[in-house]
C-alpha cells in the first residue's frame, strides 16, 4: 500500500547491507558466544560443533567486518556528532519514560542512534585487530603477551557490540514504523515528523 | 586408558558443575634433579618411543638443543643454557629438561572453552583430551610456561601427559623409567618435596648455596618439579619463570566479569522486554496519520 507521500529513507543497496550484516552478526555472534562462556557452548552445536565454530567464526567475523565497512563509508557522514546531540542526551532518560515532547529536533539520525553508530564501528575494528592476533589457524606466531592482551579485548568489545545491537534491536521494535526503513525503505511522513523533524523538513523542502 | 574411566577428576575445562571427584587418589609428582643430569636426552627417546611420537628432522641451530624447540609431536625438551661468569671466570652448562609442569593451578585448563577437553586428575596430572580440542589455541594463551603446541597436521593442542596411561597402572612415566643417572624420580607428591628439599641440602653442603626445589607457589605447586643449583634464578635456566603465576589478563579474562557479561546480556533483552511492556510503544498519534 504504496502512497506516494512516503519517504525514501535506505536504497535498496544500503538495505541489503545493512541485512548482509544482520546475519553475519548472528553467525559470528553465536558461534562466539559459544566460546564465551560454558554455559553458551551448546550454541556451538549450530554450527556443527566446537571444531567447526572455532574454524568458521573467524571468517564470519571477518565478512561481517567487511561489510559494516560498506555501511560505514554510506552513513559516517551523517553520525558525526553535533552540539545539538548533547541536549538530545540530556533529555533521553525522560523519553524513555515515554515522555517524548522535550526531545530536541533531531535530523536522520538522533544522538542515541549516532552512539550506536560509533559503538558498532569501535567494537567491530577492536574485534578484527584483536581477533587476529590468536587466529591460530593463519597467526600462529603472535607473541603470548600480544594473545593475552587480544583475547581480553576481544570478548570486551564482542560484550560491547552484543549490548549495542539489543539497544538497535529494541528501538527499531519501540518505536513504531521504524522497522519497514529498513524491510521497505520507507517510511510515514508522520513517522518522520515525529521521531526526525529536521530529516522531515529536509525531505519535504526538495 | 583406564584413567579416562576411572572419573578420579578434580576439575574439568570450561564445565560450571562439579566433576566426578568422590574417587580422591594421592597427588604424584616428578622430580627433576637437574645436579644430576648429563643432558644424554634418553628421556626425550623414551617419550617418544612410549607416546609413539615420531617427530620430523629439524635443524641444527646451533646449540645442543635438538629438536629446538617443543612440538606437537616432541613433549620434552633438555634445553642448554651456558651461564658465564665474567668475574670469576668460569663457565657452567645447565641443562632442564623441559615439559608441562602439571600446575596444580593450570592457566591451560582455565584458559580452554571446550569442555573437558583439559581435565586434572585428582593426582594432579593435567592432561588434554585431544578428542574434545576445538584447536582453538586458548590453552597457549592460558600456559604460564609456553608448553602446550597445535598440530598442523590435526590442530590438536598436545604436551606432556605426564604418562598418565602409565600412572593409572602404577608405573612411573617412561622418561622417569629410562634416566640413567636417576635424576629424574616419581612418586607421592609430599615424598618428592622432602626429597627433593634433601637433595637441595646436599647441594648447600657442596657449596651450591643458592640451590633449592622448584615448586611455584603462583601457580598453587607443579606435580613436576625440578631441584637447581641457582634456585634464586631460574630464568638461567632457559627462561624458566622465577614466580609464575596465571596472567592477570587471563584471569580477567575468564574470570568474574564473564558470568557478569552473561548477565548483562540477558538483563539488555530482559530489560526491554519490560520497557516495552511498562511504557508501550511510540507512535504516531492518530490525527497525525490522517493528516499526513
Redesign the interface.
Known amino acids: 500500500m504504496k502512497t506516494s507521500n512516503e519517504l525514501q529513507r535506505y536504497d535498496d543497496n544500503t538495505r541489503m547491507n545493512h541485512w548482509a550484516i544482520a546475519l553475519l552478526f548472528f553467525a559470528a555472534g553465536l558461534s562466539g558466544l559459544a566460546f564465551f562462556h560454558p554455559s553458551l557452548f551448546f550454541l556451538s552445536g549450530l554450527f556443527g560443533g566446537g571444531t567447526w565454530s572455532r574454524i568458521l567464526h573467524p571468517y564470519l567475523g571477518v565478512l561481517m567486518f567487511l561489510c559494516f565497512l560498506g555501511m560505514y563509508v554510506r552513513l559516517w557522514r551523517e553520525n558525526v556528532i553535533n552540539p545539538q546531540d548533547k541536549d538530545w542526551m540530556a533529555k533521553a532518560g525522560e523519553m524513555l519514560k515515554g515522555n517524548k515532547a522535550g526531545m530536541p529536533p533531531v535530523g536522520k539520525y538522533n544522538a542515541g542512534q549516532k552512539v550506536v553508530f560509533w559503538l558498532m564501528t569501535g567494537s567491530l575494528l577492536v574485534l578484527l585487530l584483536t581477533g587476529i592476533l590468536f587466529w591460530h589457524a593463519w597467526f600462529p606466531d603472535f607473541p603470548i603477551w600480544a594473545r593475552r592482551i587480544g583475547v581480553l579485548l576481544h570478548a570486551f568489545s564482542a560484550v560491547v557490540l552484543v549490548l549495542t545491537v539489543i539497544v538497535h534491536v529494541y528501538a527499531a521494535i519501540w518505536v513504531k514504523g521504524t522497522t519497514r526503513a529498513m524491510t521497505r525503505g520507507t517510511v510515514s511522513p508522520g513517522w518522520a515528523k515525529m521521531n526526525h523533524p529536521l530529516w522531515y523538513e529536509e525531505m519535504t523542502r526538495k | 586408558m583406564t584413567m579416562q574411566s576411572s572419573l578420579d577428576i578434580v576439575a574439568r575445562s570450561?564445565?560450571?558443575t562439579p566433576s566426578p571427584s568422590v574417587r580422591q587418589g594421592v597427588e604424584v609428582a616428578k622430580l627433576i634433579d637437574e645436579s644430576k643430569c648429563i643432558g644424554c636426552k634418553a628421556c626425550q627417546v623414551a617419550c617418544s618411543q612410549w607416546n609413539e611420537l615420531s617427530d620430523d628432522i629439524g635443524t641444527n641451530v646451533g646449540v645442543y638443543d635438538n629438536p629446538s624447540d617443543l612440538t606437537d609431536k616432541s613433549w620434552t625438551l633438555m634445553r642448554f643454557t651456558e651461564v658465564e661468569d665474567a668475574a670469576k671466570g668460569t663457565m657452567e652448562w645447565l641443562i632442564r629438561k623441559d615439559g608441562c609442569m602439571h600446575c596444580a593451578d593450570p592457566g591451560c585448563l582455565k584458559?580452554c572453552?571446550?569442555?573437558g577437553a583439559i581435565i586434572q586428575y585428582a593426582n594432579g596430572i593435567v592432561d588434554f583430551k585431544q578428542e574434545?580440542c576445538?584447536?582453538?589455541?586458548?590453552c597457549?594463551?592460558g600456559?604460564p610456561f609456553?608448553i602446550p603446541r597445535?598440530s598442523k597436521k590435526d590442530?590438536k593442542a598436545y604436551k606432556c601427559t605426564l604418562c598418565s596411561d602409565r600412572v593409572s597402572v602404577g608405573l612411573e612415566p617412561a622418561c622417569v623409567k629410562t634416566c640413567p643417572t636417576g635424576a629424574i624420580v616419581f612418586g607421592k607428591k609430599e615424598d618428592m618435596v622432602s626429597y627433593g628439599n634433601k637433595r637441595a641440602g646436599e647441594l648447600k653442603e657442596r657449596g651450591f648455596q643458592n640451590a633449592g626445589l622448584y615448586n611455584p607457589a603462583g601457580v598453587g605447586g607443579t606435580h613436576v618439579m625440578y631441584v637447581l643449583k641457582h634456585a634464586d634464578t631460574p630464568e638461567k635456566y632457559a627462561g624458566l619463570p622465577n614466580d609464575p603465576s596465571i596472567?592477570p589478563?587471563?584471569s580477567?579474562?575468564k574470570g568474574t566479569l564473564?558470568?557478569l557479561?552473561?548477565f548483562?546480556?540477558i538483563g539488555?533483552?530482559v530489560g526491554?522486554f519490560f520497557?516495552?511492556m511498562k511504557?508501550?510503544?511510540?507512535?504516531?498519534?492518530e490525527d497525525?496519520?490522517e493528516?499526513?
Open positions: 570450561a564445565t560450571t584458559a572453552p571446550s569442555p574434545n576445538i584447536g582453538c589455541g586458548n597457549v594463551t600456559c609456553d597445535i590442530n596472567s589478563l587471563v580477567l579474562w564473564k558470568p557479561a552473561v548483562a546480556m539488555a533483552v526491554g520497557h516495552y511504557v508501550g510503544p511510540v507512535e504516531e498519534k497525525e496519520k493528516s499526513a
